[in-house]
Structure formats: C-alpha cells, structure tokens
C-alpha cells in the first residue's frame, strides 16, 4: 500500500476484492502472480508484500513445499481473509503494517510482490525497490507481477480508470504505472525469466540478485 494511501479503504474493498479482478481480468492475474512460483525451493523463507486476499497462498501451498513466509499487508481485512487459505505444509507469519515500516530481523530467500509497486511512484517507488532488494539475500529471487505500459490506447484508458478509482477509494497517492523494470535492475538485480499477459499489459517477471564478487 503507498505512503498517503488508506488502509481503511482497503479493508473496505476486501469483500469484494476477488470479485472485482475477475470481473474486470478474469483469472489473468492470478495467472501472472502464480507464473514462475515453481522457483521456489522447499525449506526456503519466502516474504510476501502487499499479497491482499492471500489468493496466492492457495497456489504456493498447491506446490507441497515446507516454506516459512511472512505475508505482509496494511489491511487487516485483507488479512483476515488470507488467513483462512489453506496452506498446506507452509508455515505464515501475518503482519499487519504498511510495507514502509516493516522492519524485520532477518532476510529472505524469495520476495514476491503481486500486483504492488503500480501503487508508487517517484522517490517512494525506489525507497521501496531499495527496501526490497536489501531484504533479499544474495542469489535470492523477487517475483514480481504487474501491469506495464504498452502504448496500447486500450490500455491508456484502463490505467487511466484503474488509478482514478484506487485513488478514489484509497486514496493511494501514485497517479499512473512507473518503469519499475528498470529501476529494479538498477538496484543491481538481473531478470532472468518474464511472460506477458492480456497483449502485454500485465507482465510476470522474476529478478535474481547477484551475490556480490
């Protein structure tokens, strides 16, 4: 969730969350957050940010792996909705805290960020890519799943609509998508893995960091 953004509204839209994505994507973005999740490696520790629902902890624990993950969102709604997912052999740390001040004492194996960085821009997009990549360990994995620009007027107006209700029902401060692939391989990390969705307009993508030489 950004800086400036309500948590409240968040909890507020959580009852009708899943409804809505697939009512506007149908299982799309399901599809682009689950992508490349076979990654994961049994016995790793996996932090989830902005995961609302929990809906991908039905496709993490469908995997069979024993993982320690940390599922981090500012609403507790939406939380209180994830903890009801079955998930399998996996053990889940809830926390309710917007990502900016989360501070935990160790560092993960695997990041998975779904559908959360469209929500900055500017300076507090790359607080949150800094952020992110030091909480990664070297040769840890972030999967990240989003919407990207393709200069499609189709997808022009459906950003266009997507912002302006988000910002009317949570008063999330970013206004339009940012490069963020690019500005996560400047934080030093390399892409090793991407598929595109809906003509291009949701992207799944996996960054791996270097172990330092």
């Given at each position: 969730m950004?800086v400036?953004?309500s948590?409240?509204?968040y909890?507020?839209?959580?009852p009708?969350?899943g409804?809505?994505?697939?009512?506007?994507?149908g299982?799309?973005?399901r599809?682009?957050t689950g992508?490349?999740?076979?990654m994961?490696?049994?016995g790793q520790?996996l932090l989830?940010?902005?995961?609302?629902d929990?809906?991908i902890?039905?496709?993490?624990?469908?995997?069979?792996?024993?993982?320690?993950?940390?599922y981090v969102?500012?609403?507790k709604?939406?939380v209180?909705?994830?903890?009801?997912?079955?998930?399998?052999n996996?053990?889940?740390?809830?926390v309710?805290?917007?990502?900016e001040n989360?501070?935990?004492?160790?560092?993960?194996?695997v990041?998975?960020?779904p559908?959360?960085?469209?929500?900055?821009e500017?300076?507090?997009?790359?607080n949150?890519?800094?952020?992110?990549?030091?909480?990664?360990?070297p040769?840890?994995?972030?999967?990240?799943s989003?919407?990207?620009r393709t200069?499609?007027?189709?997808?022009?107006?459906l950003e266009k609509?997507?912002y302006?209700f988000?910002?009317?029902?949570?008063?999330t401060?970013?206004?339009?998508?940012?490069d963020y692939?690019h500005?996560v391989?400047s934080?030093?990390?390399?892409?090793?893995?991407e598929?595109?969705?809906?003509?291009?307009?949701?992207?799944?993508?996996?960054?791996?960091?270097v172990?330092?030489?």
């Open positions: 950004a400036g953004a948590h409240l509204g909890d507020l839209l959580a009708v969350y409804r809505l994505k697939r009512l506007v994507f299982n799309r973005l599809e682009a992508a490349f999740i076979d994961i490696e049994d520790t989830i940010v902005g995961g609302g929990g809906e902890l039905e496709d993490i624990g469908a995997l069979g792996k024993n993982l320690d993950i940390v969102d500012a609403s709604k939406m209180e909705k994830a903890r009801k997912i079955v998930h399998s996996n053990t889940i740390e809830y309710v805290v917007r990502y989360y501070y935990p004492k160790s560092t993960f194996d990041i998975i960020t559908f959360f960085l469209d929500l900055f500017g300076e507090y997009l790359r949150i890519i800094s952020k992110t990549t030091g909480l990664l360990r040769q840890g994995i972030w999967l990240v989003d919407f990207q200069g499609k007027l189709r997808h022009w107006f609509f997507m302006l988000f910002i009317a029902t949570t008063r401060r970013a206004s339009s998508l940012s692939n500005l391989q934080a030093g990390l390399t892409i090793v893995s598929k595109r969705l809906l003509d291009g307009f949701v992207c799944s993508m996996t960054f791996e960091k172990a330092p030489q």
